[in-house]
């Protein structure tokens, strides 16, 4: 699936389906709704970790500079492999490595 035909077809923008199931080591087609749904979330919570939309960062970098889009993937990762039920504090739990990567990117 090309980037266009996934834009016609999914509300991923930063990150395709196949890119998160390449990160998360998934094969097989059975759970591409939960996983574009966990894509989704994760895009959405980066954007708003740094204040910032979609076209904000086209219009100021040209593209998606990679380490947004590589927290994208991890937490998209992240948000499958613990979607269970999880205490108050652990859902506030960002991992370290995307709050890193995401800070130069943060709009004060």
Do not use: C, W
């Amino acid at each position: 699936m090309t980037n266009e035909q996934q834009t016609q077809e999914s509300p991923l923008k930063i990150v395709t389906i196949a890119e998160i199931k390449a990160n998360a080591r998934i094969e097989g087609d059975a759970e591409d709704k939960l996983i574009e749904s966990k894509g989704e979330a994760a895009e959405t919570a980066v954007l708003n970790l740094i204040d910032r939309t979609y076209e904000d960062i086209i219009a100021e970098f040209g593209r998606i500079p990679a380490p947004i889009h590589e927290a994208v993937l991890m937490y998209a990762n992240h948000l499958y492999e613990h979607r269970g039920l999880l205490n108050p504090t652990a859902l506030y739990n960002i991992p370290y490595s995307i709050d890193a990567m995401l800070k130069p990117y943060i709009r004060y």
